[in-house]
């Protein structure tokens, strides 16, 4: 069964920066594309930045040029770079893969951000 494990959120300041981790189990890693999604309180689940298979990326425009999402086949393993943080990035963050909706979430990983 497909699994996504969410690690590496926490407090950090304005300004700050984060890195996110996702790891991947129970699926063809490498042949598919992710994405990086978040939810804040109150606000429903949305995407942020997605991979394809072949490394191409894209950004949603609040994140754009600040987030940089990567993926490592090798290590089964997804992750997000975040700089510049601002308060507005506060949400739980979780991955799967894109064009999935049947595949489950994770517990997902809390990013604080404030001052």
């Known amino acids: 069964q497909v699994q996504f494990v969410e690690s590496g959120g926490g407090l950090v300041q304005p300004g700050g920066s984060l890195r996110l981790s996702c790891a991947a ?3 063809y890693f490498r042949g598919f594309a992710m ?3 978040r939810q804040a309180p ?3 689940r949305v995407l942020v930045a997605s991979i394809t298979s072949g490394g191409s990326t894209n ?3 609040s994140v754009e040029g600040r987030f940089t999402i990567s ?3 090798a290590k089964r393993t997804l992750y997000l770079q975040m700089n510049s943080l601002k308060p507005e990035d506060t949400a739980v ?3 799967k893969r894109s064009n999935f909706p049947s595949d489950p979430w994770g517990q997902g990983t ?3 951000v404030s001052s």
Do not use: E, F, H, L
Request: charged share 20%.
């Open 42 to 44: 109150g606000k429903q």
């Open 59 to 61: 950004y949603a425009d």
């Open 25 to 27: 189990s129970g699926t």
């Open 93 to 95: 963050y979780y991955c």
């Open 35 to 37: 994405g990086w999604y």
């Open 110 to 112: 809390q990013v604080t």
């Open 71 to 73: 993926r490592d086949n």
